[in-house]
């Protein structure tokens, strides 16, 4: 399957602390995407890389992309209360029609 | 900003009758998706659509399913006998013209409820 599978499931930190998050794929890509969902709400776009690229930065968002690996990171620096939703890496499958979602990571951030 | 809608936001239905339920996609967005999260669970795809045809479906998209572009605006799903597993938030979303190497855009949802 091309789907992207996060680690860990769930993660609880305190408020100002670093979130990393990582997802592993199995076939090459095109780009790997992460998205954000609140619960109960629609999935938000936070960010794309491409295969060619090895690291990208959007605020307190740090992505890493592995390919020889097959795998990517998202980490959150200074996290925030608001900042507690669950995280999904995506990616496109081999025929590059339809975009394919992880299982998740379920972020706590506690003030 | 442009966004993508989804009606109803929440549907009840008996098992066995038909839903429909309606996307308006953003304007200039080639690609459109649906997919299914059943609470609690992970977002599963349905099918992509793109130049008026499904481009792929997943395997939950048997032939209870069907999706339609009636008016090149709408975007809708059609679930023709509902069962009670159907119970889920779909979700509606578009993309530019490169569909999955472009970032997508999600509706807030339509949570159906199938009793």
């Known amino acids: 399957s091309q789907q992207g599978e996060e680690d860990p499931q769930a993660l609880s930190i305190q408020e100002g602390e670093n979130a990393t998050m990582n997802c592993s794929y199995k076939?090459?890509?095109?780009?790997l995407q992460w998205y954000r969902q609140n619960s109960g709400r629609g999935l938000v776009h936070l960010i794309l890389?491409?295969?060619?690229?090895r690291e990208k930065h959007s605020g307190r968002l740090r992505v890493t992309l592995d390919t020889s690996k097959k795998s990517s990171s998202l980490l959150i620096t200074a996290s925030r209360a608001a900042d507690t939703a669950s995280y999904f890496c995506?990616?496109?499958?081999?025929?590059?029609?339809?975009?394919?979602f992880g299982k998740g990571t379920t972020l706590s951030v506690s003030s | 900003e442009p966004e993508v809608t989804q009606t109803p936001s929440h549907q009840v239905t008996q098992m066995g009758q038909e839903v429909i339920l309606r996307c308006v996609p953003i304007?200039?967005?080639?690609?459109f998706y649906w997919y299914r999260q059943i609470l609690g669970q992970k977002v599963e795809f349905l099918v992509s659509f793109y130049n008026n045809e499904i481009s792929e479906k997943s395997e939950i998209f048997d032939d209870q399913f069907s999706v339609e572009r009636p008016d090149g605006s709408n975007f809708t799903l059609k679930i023709r006998s509902t069962k009670l597993e159907d119970s889920a938030m779909y979700f509606c979303a578009s993309g530019g013209d490169r569909g999955p190497n472009t970032e997508a855009f999600f509706g807030q949802g339509t949570r159906l409820t199938v009793v």
């Open positions: 076939t090459s890509i095109n780009n």
């Open positions: 890389i491409r295969s060619n690229e």
């Open positions: 995506a990616t496109g499958n081999q025929a590059g029609t339809a975009l394919i």
């Open positions: 304007s200039n967005h080639l690609y």
